[in-house]
T-cell receptor, first 115, second 117 residues
């Protein structure tokens, strides 16, 4: 069975600080996909990144970066120089291999950026 | 990015009535759509996988007769909550994948907040 664990329920940081959101996953599949989504107060989930299990390269997109380590089954998300607009609930998710995109979500981390 | 819409965005109904929620992929075709449910301050739980032209696949514990899913076309899936009760109050979210880009990222609709009185 697949499982995604986001141990940090809530995090608060002061604006401009860096913050890392942790994600640990479990799966028996050798091919899988990992995702991060942002859910602002409006409720709509915003796609941030997708990574397949064969691509362990870290990725940077502006102030966002992701660290994927298969050895520890982790896919952590870092926001540098945080801004108030980053305040939201962030979900890490896992899907099975090709042809079945059922997503298993973590419980989410509520991030609050304090002005 | 791909756009998915949901209608209505918010609905309040009396106990015992049925409520239909629509999910549309606006600029792409989606053979498969997904329906999730999210309780306040909780994670998303997959309810069912909606397949165009065939029956939906429900997750364990989800009542098929309670939550009717119809995937009438490549751009529309509907979720009908039948004989709604207060415990059905929740945030319902659909998602869709672009058929031409499987495997693909799921793009989510804005959600429908259902309140059953």
């Amino acid at each position: 069975a697949q499982k995604v664990t986001q141990a940090q329920t809530e995090i608060s940081v002061v604006e401009k600080e860096d913050v890392t959101l942790d994600c640990v996953y479990e799966t028996r599949d050798t091919t899988y996909y990992l995702f991060w989504y942002k859910q602002p107060p409006s409720g709509e989930l915003v796609f941030l990144i997708r990574r397949n299990s064969f691509d362990e390269q870290n990725e940077i997109s502006g102030r966002y970066s992701w660290n994927f380590q298969k050895s520890t089954s982790s896919f952590n998300f870092t926001i540098t120089a945080s801004q108030v607009v980053d305040s939201a609930v962030y979900f890490c998710a896992l899907s099975e291999s090709f042809g079945n995109e059922k997503l298993t979500f973590g419980t989410g981390t509520r991030l609050t950026i304090i002005p | 990015g791909a756009v998915v819409s949901q209608h209505p965005s918010r609905v309040i109904c009396k106990s015992g009535t049925s409520v239909k929620i629509e999910c549309r992929s606006l600029d792409f075709q989606a053979t498969t759509m997904f329906w999730y449910r999210q309780f306040p301050k909780k994670s998303l739980m997959l309810m069912a996988t909606s397949n165009e032209g065939s029956k939906a696949t429900y997750e364990q514990g989800v009542e098929k007769d309670k939550f009717l899913i119809n995937h009438a076309s490549l751009t529309l899936s509907t979720l009908t909550v039948t004989s709604a009760h207060p415990e059905d109050s929740s945030f319902y979210i659909c998602s869709a994948c672009r058929e031409s880009l499987r495997p693909d990222t799921q793009y989510f609709g804005p959600g429908t907040r259902l309140t059953v009185l």
